[in-house]
Structures are given as C-alpha cells and as structure tokens.
C-alpha cells in the first residue's frame, strides 16, 4: 500500500508563489505515475497536473498551465508541484495520487493510492 504525504501548503497572498511535495516513504516514487489534484469546498475534485514515471512528461490543466509546474526528484523521492501567480480561485485541499500506469492523466478515476491533501488558501 503506497502512502503518499503532501506538504507547502500555506496562505498566501494573491499573485504569491507556494511550492507542493509529494512523499512517499518506503516506495520508489520513480515507479508511478503522480497525479496532483485539487478539491474546492462544494465543488468536484478536479485534476491539476500529472507527470509521467520514470519520465518527465507532464500533462496540465488549462487553468494550470503557465502558472504550475510539476517536477520530479528521484533523489529526493518527491514530486513537487510549483504554484505560482495564484489566484483567489486555486484556493483548495491539494491532494497527490500515484497509479501504476505508465503514462500519466488528470482523471481522478485513473488513480489508486491518494494522500490527505495539504491546503492552499489564496486570500488578500
């Protein structure tokens, strides 16, 4: 069973910049397929971004793209997602989630293993 651990979440200011990490003790996160997503209150968890295993091909939202980047480090064993220009709007649990396959989506169906989320919240 894959345990996945997210942390960087924070408050911050509208236009500011957070950084996200992605663990997952005891597994090699090289294996999977990471996916980030996002849950508003009241609304659908949505998918924000993903990167590929053992590659770096990523795939974003349209909300996402050109202001989040999803990166890995195998050293590290950590998956990182670099927010930045947030907006009001990204306020959110973020969530990670890790799936066997080889290429990677933003469908939340997709994924088997789920962190507990860490929050963003966006606020002047």
């Known amino acids: 069973q894959v345990q996945l651990v997210e942390s960087g979440g924070g408050l911050v200011q509208p236009g500011g910049s957070l950084r996200l990490s992605c663990a997952a003790p005891?597994?090699?996160?090289?294996?999977?397929?990471i996916g980030w997503f996002r849950q508003a209150p009241g609304k659908e968890r949505e998918g924000v971004s993903c990167?590929?295993?053992?590659?770096?091909?990523?795939t974003y939202a349209d909300f996402a793209r050109g202001r989040f980047t999803i990166s890995r480090d195998s050293a590290a064993n950590t998956v990182y997602l670099q927010a930045n220009s947030l907006k009001l709007e990204d306020t959110a649990l973020y969530y990670c989630?890790?799936?066997?396959?080889?290429?990677?989506?933003?469908?939340?169906?997709?994924?088997?293993?789920w962190g507990r989320g860490t929050q963003v919240t966006v606020s002047s």
């Open positions: 989630a890790a799936t066997a396959r080889f290429d990677c989506t933003i469908t939340r169906s997709d994924y088997g293993y």
């Open positions: 005891g597994f090699d996160l090289d294996y999977y397929s």
């Open positions: 990167i590929r295993r053992y590659g770096g091909r990523s």
